[in-house]
Each structure stands twice: as structure tokens, then as C-alpha cells.
């Protein structure tokens, strides 16, 4: 089945202790995304990828890091986690480079830093 | 970056009858988007209408673009409980290689 996984699903952790969300995608998809969705501020875009080895800045990147070192993969780092990174955070792959088309997201991964 | 913008925020109707909601945005676009996310979980794509389209149907759905006025509607007809959800645009601008989305659109269908 074509999907985005996420793992973990839930996460509770505390202020700093370094933590990977995953993200892998069976689609051969170019294209992955890291969202984070907040209420009343709807999807902001974390960091996105437009291949192997790419990787650039979305709206919110601060205080995350990513790696596309395959293609499916594209997992998103915590260094130091702090309470405002609480949030709801989605994975999304396309096919080509670009956002020309439609967007496969992943169940999202709930974070909540205390 | 830009961002989409909907309108109404929030929607309640009866089972049967036409949702429509809005959505408008700033600068030139490549594609509009429109998503459907229920509770919590992943977001759905419905319908991915490109700047040189004016309108496109999916089912029950159809969507208008118009790059005049930098707006987009999604109309969903006899609608269903099942549709009861949180919809989303997402603007694709020339050269961004990123998706831009509106803070979302809460349609309520009552039974």
C-alpha cells in the first residue's frame, strides 16, 4: 500500500532531551515535507526536500534539523526540544521536485515537551 | 511566503444541503490546492486546480480559480455527516518549490 509512515505516533518528552521523528514514504517520491500545525495557525512548513541530499528552509525552521541522506527517508531532529516545539507534526512526499502536485501525507506524530 | 486565507472559518449545515467556503491569497500562484483533514489525522488532497484552469469537479466537489481576484472556492453539494471535517487551501507560488496553507475551514454536516 502507498503510504507515509511516521514514527512515533505520540511522543512525550522534556525540555531538551534530543528526540528523531521519522518519515518514510514507499512511493519513490522526490519531493518530502516536514509540517507542524498549531491551533488557530493552521500548517506552517518546517523544512522541505527536493531530493536526495537537498533539503531547505520552510516558514518555522528553528530549532529542528532533517537529513535526506535516501530517498524515502526524511527524519526530523530535535536537538534540544523546548515546550513552544509542542505540536502536531506531519510528513508529506510528492512526486517530483517540486509542488506541482498533490501532497501525501503521513498520521501525523503528536509532540508534547514539558 | 504566502499564505491562503479561508472563508467562513467555520460552516454548519444540514445533511443534504451545499457547503461552500473561500479562499483568497496574495501573489502569483502555480497551483491551488485543496485539502481535507478530519480530526486530527492526516490531511486528504481533494482537488489540485493549476492557474491556467478555471474550475474543476471531483464528485461531489468542485472548485473555481480566480487569478483576477486572487481566489478560490470549494463547493461541496449534498453534502454528507461524513464530510463533517476541517478543510484546507494550499497555494503553490511560481519558483517556491513550497506549499503555503490557510488556517483551515471547519465544516460541521448535521445529521
Known amino acids: 500500500e502507498a503510504q507515509v509512515t511516521q514514527n512515533p505516533r505520540y511522543l512525550i518528552t522534556v525540555t531538551g532531551k534530543k528526540l528523531t521523528v521519522t518519515c518514510s514514504q514507499n512511493m519513490n517520491h522526490e519531493y518530502m515535507s516536514w509540517y507542524r500545525q498549531d491551533p488557530g495557525l493552521g500548517l506552517r512548513q518546517i523544512y522541505y526536500s527536493m531530493n536526495v541530499e537537498v533539503t531547505d528552509k520552510g516558514d518555522v525552521p528553528e530549532g529542528y534539523k532533517v537529513s535526506r541522506k535516501e530517498k524515502r527517508n526524511f527524519p526530523l531532529i530535535l536537538e534540544s526540544p523546548s515546550p513552544n516545539q509542542t505540536s502536531l507534526y506531519f510528513c508529506?512526499?510528492?512526486?517530483?521536485?517540486?509542488?506541482?502536485?498533490?501532497?501525501?501525507f503521513g498520521p501525523g506524530t503528536r509532540l508534547t515537551v514539558l | 511566503s504566502q499564505q491562503g486565507e479561508e472563508d467562513p472559518q467555520a460552516l454548519s449545515i444540514q445533511e443534504g444541503e451545499n457547503a461552500t467556503m473561500n479562499c483568497s491569497y496574495k501573489t502569483s500562484i502555480n497551483n491551488l490546492q485543496w485539502y481535507r483533514q478530519n480530526s486530527g489525522r492526516g490531511l486528504v488532497h481533494l482537488i489540485l486546480i493549476r492557474s491556467n484552469e478555471r474550475e474543476k469537479h471531483s464528485g461531489r466537489l468542485r472548485v473555481t480559480l480566480d487569478t483576477s481576484k486572487k481566489s478560490s472556492s470549494l463547493l461541496i453539494t449534498a453534502s454528507r455527516a461524513a464530510d463533517t471535517a476541517s478543510y484546507f487551501c494550499a497555494t503553490d507560488a511560481w519558483g517556491n518549490n513550497r506549499l503555503a496553507f490557510g488556517k483551515g475551514n471547519q465544516v460541521v454536516v448535521i445529521p
Open positions: 508529506a512526499s510528492s512526486p517530483g521536485q517540486g509542488t506541482y502536485n498533490e501532497q501525501f
